[in-house]
């Protein structure tokens, strides 16, 4: 794949970013009344309000040439098939597989169908939630278990927490599920603070099992185990692995039956569908847990199929790619109208930046545009009171998606009516801000003097015309959620596939692990740091001073 920068497409939409810079959203929908409803699109139980955005039909339809020509079409089949686009590791992109087992009978990599693998994979889960759940498997000491803790790190911890804790309603049975990642003692301290070792099972979840912080946490939990009784010869009573190096994971004392299989064929950051999902499957149960993969299989089924101009994840992309490269945006929001998403925005986070925080094509060239955003957010309404002001009026363009259910699942007085007029008032303030001469009429309604009036004015106009999307569904269910992220993964692909990048590999983070591992030998021993620079040796003198 080569720079987009160069097709007739992009071409012609850096001309119509001029033309638009002086257009307003707000008369785009003065001029059309059927605007909202145009721009509205539906899918796997969720509308796409996507009207509130700085495009008219003009860049709309230059955004779907681009698509064309950048052969969005093309992509998508060959991700859905097999095809090895992760080329830098010479992978097959498939997490769509996993959530395909029950349509699809076969899906050949390598001269192995993955879709039977897949499913063999479900039954071995569905063993195991159902024997934690019924307390068929028990502690050394026979007692049934109460927690799960899982400890993995990255695309091993965020999506299971975060859809774990999206479908808290759906939690069936008695077992409490916990998430370890971060190699800080306070994360591991307080999670087993108040746990039972005897009732307790650690699911070690690392598709390497080489994670460093994975194997200190993990190794943390059976030294906890040990100390507190726990008998040597039984710890594979209490301890499970997911991992692609069954190797490994047998290495460290976990028997062959409890170890999880993971692919190559599947990205950390988009393996939640798979046994990495485990922790999810124990909190929600089977069914719930496979409702989350069908989900996922319905916006998979749109985005493969629907046409460009009325498919979600292409829209959201090819929007987003709009403000990135062509209005400078440096930023894009996700903000939860729900209280059991507040952490959607970290796991879309990491899914988006680990995927397009890229600066090379996929044939190794530069790239010659502005890639993926910075992703952040985090729930509403709490926000308003946080960092919406720089939304409203900071000079940064930061597009936001808004997502919100329309009915709760803890009906409270009107609070959901109120948190709902929240969501929408923020979409709409953001589009039609506030003017000088209302903000004077404003002061003056309310009887300031004309001093006044001239000194505060100024500070009350936002200039408006910001972008939004606004996502709805009817409830968070486990199809919806599974959707919602489904939705998200596509958009990525979207997105790099029109950058020209490899959105599946992350060569970045390699290096400050390496560095990481130096540092760390200098730390614990007397090493001659004289040749570091001077910032690096004083840091690394005042650790060594306070560990004396
Ligand atoms: O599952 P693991 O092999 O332990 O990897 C855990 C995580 O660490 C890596 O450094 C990557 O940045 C992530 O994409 C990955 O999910």
């Known amino acids: 794949m080569s720079s987009p920068t160069g097709l007739p497409a992009w071409k012609a939409l850096t001309e119509h970013k001029e033309e638009m810079s002086n257009v307003k959203m707000a008369t785009l929908f003065d001029e059309d009344s059927n605007r909202a409803e145009k721009l509205t699109v539906s899918a796997a139980g969720w509308t796409l309000d996507y009207s509130k955005n700085r495009a008219n039909e003009k860049t709309l339809s230059l955004l779907n040439q681009l698509l064309t020509e950048v052969g969005m079409h093309d992509a998508i089949k060959g991700m859905f098939n097999g095809d090895k686009i992760n080329n830098t590791e010479n992978r097959s992109v498939l997490h769509t597989a996993l959530r395909a087992s029950h349509a699809q009978e076969s899906l050949m990599v390598d001269d192995t169908n993955v879709l039977a693998e897949v499913r063999s994979t479900l039954k071995q889960m569905e063993k195991f939630v159902w024997q934690l759940q019924t307390g068929q498997w028990r502690g050394y000491s026979n007692l049934p278990i109460t927690d799960v803790v899982s400890i993995g790190i990255g695309g091993s911890y965020l999506g299971p927490k975060v859809v774990a804790e999206a479908l808290t309603p759906y939690k069936q049975s008695s077992i409490d599920v916990h998430f370890v990642a971060n190699i800080d003692g306070s994360d591991i301290t307080e999670k087993l603070r108040y746990l039972d070792p005897e009732t307790t099972v650690f699911i070690i979840s690392s598709k390497s099992f080489g994670t460093l912080e994975t194997l200190y946490n993990a190794n943390a939990a059976r030294d906890w185990f040990l100390r507190n009784g726990g008998p040597e010869e039984l710890v594979h009573k209490h301890f499970a692995a997911v991992s692609s190096n069954v190797e490994k994971a047998v290495q460290f004392g976990i028997a062959e039956e409890n170890i999880f299989p993971m692919w190559d064929w599947v990205g950390g950051r988009y393996s939640l569908w798979s046994a990495i999902g485990l922790p999810i499957a124990v909190a929600i149960g089977m069914e719930n847990f496979?409702?989350?993969?069908?989900?996922?299989?319905?916006?998979?089924?749109?985005?493969?199929?629907?046409?460009?101009?009325?498919?979600?994840?292409?829209?959201?992309?090819?929007?987003?790619?709009?403000?990135?490269?062509?209005?400078?945006?440096?930023?894009?929001?996700?903000?939860?109208?729900?209280?059991?998403?507040?952490?959607?925005?970290?796991?879309?986070?990491?899914?988006?930046?680990?995927?397009?925080?890229?600066?090379?094509?996929?044939?190794?060239?530069?790239?010659?545009?502005?890639?993926?955003?910075?992703?952040?957010?985090?729930?509403?309404?709490?926000?308003?009171?946080?960092?919406?002001?720089?939304?409203?009026?900071?000079?940064?363009?930061?597009?936001?998606?808004?997502?919100?259910?329309?009915?709760?699942?803890?009906?409270?007085?009107?609070?959901?009516?109120?948190?709902?007029?929240?969501?929408?008032?923020?979409?709409?303030?953001?589009?039609?801000?506030?003017?000088?001469?209302?903000?004077?009429?404003?002061?003056?309604?309310?009887?300031?003097?004309?001093?006044?009036?001239?000194?505060?004015?100024?500070?009350?106009?936002?200039?408006?015309?910001?972008?939004?999307?606004?996502?709805?569904?009817?409830?968070?269910?486990?199809?919806?959620?599974?959707?919602?992220?489904?939705?998200?993964?596509?958009?990525?692909f979207v997105q790099g596939t029109i950058w020209g990048i490899n959105s599946f590999d992350q060569w970045g983070v390699e290096l400050g692990k390496v560095l990481g591992t130096d540092i760390y030998d200098r730390l614990t021993s007397d090493s001659d740091n004289s040749k570091l620079d001077a910032s690096t040796q004083a840091l690394i003198n005042a650790f060594k001073a306070a560990q004396n």
């Open 290 to 492: 496979n409702a989350v993969l069908d989900g996922a299989y319905q916006m998979d089924t749109h985005f493969k199929t629907a046409p460009l101009e009325e498919n979600l994840p292409v829209i959201m992309g090819a929007l987003g790619v709009w403000y990135s490269s062509f209005h400078n945006a440096q930023s894009h929001a996700l903000i939860p109208y729900d209280h059991y998403l507040r952490a959607l925005p970290a796991h879309i986070q990491q899914l988006d930046m680990e995927s397009n925080g890229k600066a090379n094509l996929v044939d190794g060239k530069a790239v010659e545009t502005d890639t993926g955003p910075i992703i952040w957010g985090g729930a509403g309404t709490n926000g308003q009171h946080a960092y919406h002001q720089l939304l409203h009026q900071g000079t940064r363009l930061v597009p936001v998606d808004f997502i919100a259910p329309l009915k709760s699942h803890n009906p409270v007085a009107d609070h959901h009516a109120q948190l709902f007029a929240n969501c929408l008032s923020q979409a709409q303030a953001l589009m039609v801000g506030k003017t000088l001469e209302q903000a004077e009429k404003e002061l003056r309604d309310a009887g300031a003097s004309e001093a006044e009036i001239a000194a505060v004015a100024p500070h009350k106009v936002i200039k408006g015309n910001r972008p939004s999307n606004t996502l709805l569904t009817e409830k968070m269910t486990p199809s919806t959620v599974g959707a919602l992220i489904a939705l998200y993964e596509h958009r990525t």
